[in-house]
């Protein structure tokens, strides 16, 4: 089935190169190409060759490729989620501040909605993980580009970078509105597996 | 042309007293359509109380009446001349009502929110010259029996607004458990787009299979599947384009640089990305259906149309998927890449697309052919023996229309192009009925046999 779906495909090709029409008789003709004629037989060419077939099986073929597109991207989807990752671990954000650069520190109290002229930071309490896991933390603007991180390490060797600043994009000057992801991930090869802590922030566009 | 001289014959197919099963299955999609958007628009105004969860809701009413403006104003043409124009005028009401209360919604809820009504304004007028050349190419690919304005049209307007309104409230849930679920990064990435790929391609693709279930005598092959699914695609991308361009505008206004992003993305999705996105996945699930419609078993039937939709929804994922991967450097250069990327990426399916596309106009062309000289050796003046050659050849039909303009200006035009649209359709009648691929009765052969030969004695031998 297979092998027939590819060679009409071939067909197909060849057929733009030399449709015809090929005469059976007086009256009666059946509709076929040149490379046609030499595949099907004299008793085949007898009861013409409905070219819908050819289409249907160029059109399956097309649909296999596109179910191996899916799958890869199925394997994509698992390799970067990959199923029983639970440490049972939970790491903890106090909160997400005013951020003050010039001093480094954070200001007032914990929001979840900020202006975009305002500048911003979450700080994060890496002392209730286990001292064993790679870790890091990391910002997500609203069109997934990273926009601030800190990590990998391990929760002791980060113990004293509790605050993880949003910075500005490159030529910009202020944060672009949207929702931002602050996440505190685990890490396994390299590759992010497990989300330890997550907080969601608006910045206004106004 | 005295056409009013005599009776409208009947359409290519009138009524039969039984209407097909497929009509039955047209009402339950429909039915599934519209439970759909008034049960997601009433959850996602509930629990989400955003912007789209309000336009969800208040734009239900406009959902309905473009569906029934669109209903009635499709069907007007399979009815007799009296009471054609009294449904006409229905559905236009409807469907002005429809369009302006839609746009009212947008307007106020989501696009004067992040740039204002005058911004929305320009962008949508930006996008209409090049989505009308989209209709008018797409529209014109099909050079044997161009397919009706009024469903072209029809196709687009769905893609634009039914479409967009189904899948706005599906991807905003599908989004919102994901970011709370997922780890962001490639595989948040996968996610959306596989959710992009399957909703806003089931949407779109609804559009094409209710036209193919309700109206099959202008739904004849793959060729007529692709123009329809385009037509969607591009409806659908004029209203995504006009969002993406309206939102982007209002993000990098206060930088200095709105308009240069939204001529970008007008750019990306008007020029080059014109044919290749959504035009190119909606138009494989229209070819899907179309050689469906020509299958003989239910089975191969079933086989294509899931096919169609496959490669809509894989195509479209893959774009989604794996365009990061695809990075653009910040120099002049990346000019060059930007248009690379769409070329290797979309490119493609889009050559697949046009593959299908060359063959089912060959294909056709040829069974057209084969009835023409078929139609003449029956000796009914339908179609004469020297009709065959000037009808086989679209030059040769504008050619045959050019002379009459020479001769009697822009009315012997016209008569001459109706003969020749009633020719092609009695060719395609007799096509699809020597192949068994219809269900209504022969009276509508007749009925068409009669309407050439009434045109001919209007046109001058030619």
């Known amino acids: ?206 | 042309m005295s056409t009013s001289s005599y009776t409208t014959p009947p359409a290519a197919n009138p009524h039969p007293r039984l209407r097909p099963g497929r009509y039955g299955i047209a009402v339950a999609i429909a039915a599934v359509v519209v439970i759909t958007l008034v049960a997601s628009s009433l959850l996602n105004y509930v629990y989400l109380d955003t912007i789209p969860g309000r336009t969800s809701l208040y734009g239900l009413l406009a959902v309905a009446l473009i569906a029934l403006g669109t209903y009635i104003g499709v069907r007007a043409f399979t009815r007799d001349r009296a009471s054609r124009r009294k449904h006409l005028i229905r559905a236009g009401v409807l469907l002005g009502l429809g369009t302006l209360l839609w746009l009212l919604v947008i307007d106020i809820f989501v696009f004067t929110q992040s740039a204002g009504p005058v911004v929305a304004a320009i962008c949508a007028l930006a996008c209409l010259p090049t989505t009308a050349f989209g209709l008018f190419v797409v529209r014109r690919m099909d050079r044997n029996e161009k397919e009706p304005w009024r469903l072209v049209l029809v196709a687009a307007a769905w893609g634009a607004i039914v479409a967009t309104s189904l899948v706005i409230w599906g991807e905003t849930l599908w989004e919102q458990t994901a970011q709370r679920t997922l780890v962001p990064g490639p595989g948040l990435d996968a996610s959306t787009a596989f959710s992009a790929g399957l909703l806003e391609e089931l949407a779109k693709g609804l559009a094409v299979v209710l036209l193919f279930l309700v109206m099959r005598n202008d739904f004849d092959d793959v060729v007529d599947g692709i123009v329809y699914g385009a037509a969607v695609g591009l409806g659908f991308n004029f209203l995504e384009s006009v969002a993406y361009m309206t939102n982007l505008y209002g993000i990098f206004a206060p930088e200095g640089i709105g308009w240069y992003a939204a001529g970008l993305q007008w750019y990306g999705r008007q020029g080059l990305g014109l044919f290749f996105g959504h035009t190119t996945y909606t138009a494989f699930i229209g070819a899907g259906l179309g050689i469906a419609r020509q299958l003989p078993h239910k089975r191969q039937k079933a086989f294509a149309i899931v096919s169609g939709f496959v490669i809509a929804i894989a195509a479209h994922f893959s774009w989604d998927a794996w365009v990061q991967f695809f990075p653009i450097d910040n120099t002049l250069f990346g000019l060059v890449e930007i248009h690379l990327r769409t070329l290797i990426m979309t490119g493609p399916f889009t050559a697949a697309l046009i593959a299908l596309l060359i063959f089912g106009i060959r294909y056709e062309a040829m069974g057209l052919v084969d009835q023409f000289r078929k139609e003449a050796a029956t000796g009914s003046g339908a179609i004469l023996p020297e009709d065959v050659p000037v009808l086989a050849s679209p030059w040769r039909r504008l050619k045959q229309r050019l002379r009459a303009f020479q001769r009697g200006g822009l009315r012997a035009y016209f008569e001459v192009a109706r003969l020749q649209s009633a020719q092609l359709d009695l060719a395609m009648e007799r096509w699809h009925r020597e192949r068994q691929e219809i269900d209504m009765p022969l009276e509508a052969e007749d009925a068409l046999r009669q309407r050439v030969i009434q045109l001919r004695h209007w046109v001058p031998a030619a």
């Open chain 1, 1 to 206: 089935m297979l092998e027939q779906a590819f060679l009409d495909v071939l067909l197909l090709a060849l057929k733009f190169g030399a449709p015809r029409v090929v005469e059976f008789g007086q009256t009666s003709f059946s509709l076929t190409t040149r490379g046609q004629s030499i595949r099907l037989s004299a008793a085949v060419s007898s009861a013409p060759y409905d070219q819908v077939q050819t289409l249907y099986r160029t059109l399956l073929v097309f649909a296999t490729v596109a179910v191996l597109i899916l799958a890869v991207g199925l394997v994509e989807f698992v390799h970067f989620e990959p199923p029983g990752q639970t440490t049972g671990a939970k790491a903890r954000i106090v909160g997400v501040f005013v951020y003050d650069p010039a001093t480094g520190t954070t200001l007032g109290t914990d929001r979840s909605a900020f202006a975009r002229t305002e500048e911003f930071a979450a700080v994060v309490d890496w002392s209730g993980l286990p001292a064993n896991l790679t870790v890091d933390a990391r910002w997500y603007d609203a069109f997934g580009s990273m926009v601030g991180r800190i990590g990998p390490s391990t929760p002791a060797q980060l113990g004293n970078f509790s605050i993880v600043p949003v910075k500005v994009p490159q030529g910009l000057h202020h944060n672009l509105p949207g929702n931002y992801t602050f996440v505190v991930e685990r890490l396994q090869g390299g590759v992010p597996v497990e989300v330890l802590a997550r907080r969601l922030v608006l910045v206004e566009r106004q």
